[in-house]
């Protein structure tokens, strides 16, 4: 039983080492479209105001070469607010860049998180039971034709889950 616990952890530290490698190489792609999203989003916003500012300099004369120069001043400075909140939200080590680190560190984050709940889990008498019952299961139904170890460990799973919650 000890060994079957054993197994069942060393899988899960695999598969937790496996999705952070997945999550990494997932992630890095999204953050690198959002810091160019902003990017992109924060240029356009400032394109758009200096043509504005263009445009009114060009049809309403005095009033415009007043207003225009404080029109694109007040589009840049949203520009830059946006780039600062994108850079603020995905920025994990505080270097004031998006880059790999971030990726990582967040990631690092959520596997710890993951493995919290991993333990919390593992240590629960349900799980226990359940493991046992799937285990039972499984052995039991290796000979059976049509059943097999797979539909074993589920019905086994499955009752020891029932046994769990019906125990007084």
Do not use: C, M
């Given at each position: 039983m000890?060994?079957?616990f054993?197994?069942i952890?060393?899988?899960?530290?695999?598969a937790v080492?496996?999705?952070?490698?997945?999550?990494a190489?997932?992630?890095?792609?999204?953050?690198?479209?959002?810091?160019?999203?902003?990017?992109?989003?924060?240029?356009?916003?400032?394109q758009?105001?200096?043509?504005?500012?263009k445009?009114?300099?060009?049809?309403t004369?005095?009033?415009?070469?007043?207003?225009g120069?404080a029109?694109?001043?007040?589009?840049?400075?949203?520009?830059r607010?946006?780039?600062?909140?994108?850079?603020s939200?995905?920025?994990?080590?505080?270097?004031?860049?998006?880059?790999q680190?971030?990726?990582?560190?967040?990631?690092?984050?959520?596997v710890?998180?993951l493995?919290?709940?991993?333990?919390?889990?593992?240590s629960s008498?349900?799980?226990k039971?359940?493991a046992?019952a799937?285990?039972?299961?499984?052995?039991i139904a290796?000979?059976?034709?049509?059943?097999?170890p797979?539909v074993?460990a589920t019905?086994?799973a499955?009752l020891?889950?029932?046994?769990?919650f019906?125990?007084?």
């Open positions: 000890k060994n079957l054993s197994d952890a060393e899988k899960t530290k695999s080492s496996d999705l952070t490698t997945s999550i190489s997932t992630a890095s792609p999204i953050v690198s479209s959002a810091v160019d999203l902003a990017d992109k989003t924060a240029n356009t916003v400032k758009a105001g200096t043509s504005l500012s445009g009114i300099e060009q049809t004369g005095d009033i415009a070469s007043v207003a120069p029109l694109t001043e007040t589009v840049n400075l949203a520009g607010t946006l780039s600062t909140i994108a850079t939200v995905f920025d994990q080590n505080g270097d004031g860049q998006l880059d680190q971030d990726v990582k560190i967040a990631t690092e984050a959520f710890s998180a493995k919290d709940v991993s333990r919390g889990v593992a008498s349900l799980a039971e359940t046992t799937a285990v039972v299961g499984a052995a290796i000979p059976i034709p049509l059943i097999g797979v074993g019905i086994g499955t020891g889950a029932y046994k769990h019906t125990k007084k």
